[in-house]
């Protein structure tokens, strides 16, 4: 399968706990993004990376969220001191992109997300 | 207020039967549009784009009013597996904005 690929598919863990999840896009992607859905609600926005550089995040992403693309590969988001707020679905997106860095680039493909439950 | 807002439904509707439905968007510099299904525990997938002469594909037809930042819907025919949800999605540069999706159940 050489589409987007997440783990851990779920996740559950107790409240103050630090969780980590894996991204790792469609290969000659050079762009990939982080969406967070709660039930009954569309994707939100997290963060944004052109290669390994890091060029936007939302405000709802708090300090207890931090993502990282090492490599300009595969990304990681890790959520310290889980709360029971940070249950959801947490989607890795990916798509091919010019330099501009702005630019809106070509279809942005999804993984099959990574769901979190916080007890 | 939201930057994409959709009427929820659910739409429930026979086969055969055509439904339409659509959102609006709070944004005017919103530069691209999309429609994305999304199954029930699933990722979201790209439907289609929309354009404002209006486009089709197959049984699905889009439409954009970028005067009253409208787009909508249609599915004429309704088959069993489009029983899904719609996301409406615009587009700020590399930015995609979800609508929280609209559900459409066809049943038998």
């Known amino acids: 399968d050489t589409g987007v690929s997440q783990n851990p598919r779920h996740k559950i863990t107790k409240r103050g706990q630090n969780v980590t999840f894996r991204c790792d896009p469609i290969s000659e992607h050079n762009r990939l993004y982080w969406y967070r859905q709660t039930l009954g609600q569309g994707p939100e926005f997290l963060t944004y990376f052109q290669n390994e550089a890091q060029l936007e995040k939302s405000r709802l992403l708090s300090d207890r969220f931090s993502a990282e693309r090492p490599k300009g590969s595969f990304s990681t988001l890790e959520i310290q001191r889980t709360e029971q707020g940070d249950s959801a679905m947490y989607l890795c997106?990916?798509?091919?992109?010019?330099?501009?860095?702005?630019?809106?680039?070509?279809?942005?493909?999804f993984g099959p997300g990574t769901r979190l439950t916080v007890l | 207020r939201k930057e994409v807002e959709q009427d929820p439904g659910p739409f429930n509707v026979p086969e055969g039967a055509t439904v339409a439905f659509n959102c609006t968007y709070s944004n005017s510099a919103s530069q691209s549009f999309f429609w994305y299904r999304q199954d029930c525990r699933k990722e979201p997938k790209l439907l289609m784009s929309?354009?404002?002469s209006g486009n089709e594909d197959g049984r699905f037809t889009a439409q954009l009013n970028r005067a009253s930042q409208y787009i909508s819907l249609l599915i004429r025919d309704s088959k069993l597996s489009d029983s899904a949800t719609y996301l409406c999605?615009?587009?700020?540069?590399?930015?995609?904005?979800f609508g929280a999706g609209t559900t459409v159940t066809v049943r038998a």
């Open positions: 997106a990916s798509s091919l992109g010019g330099q501009a860095v702005l630019s809106s680039g070509d279809e942005q493909f």
């Open positions: 999605v615009v587009r700020i540069g590399y930015k995609l904005s």
């Open positions: 929309v354009y404002s």
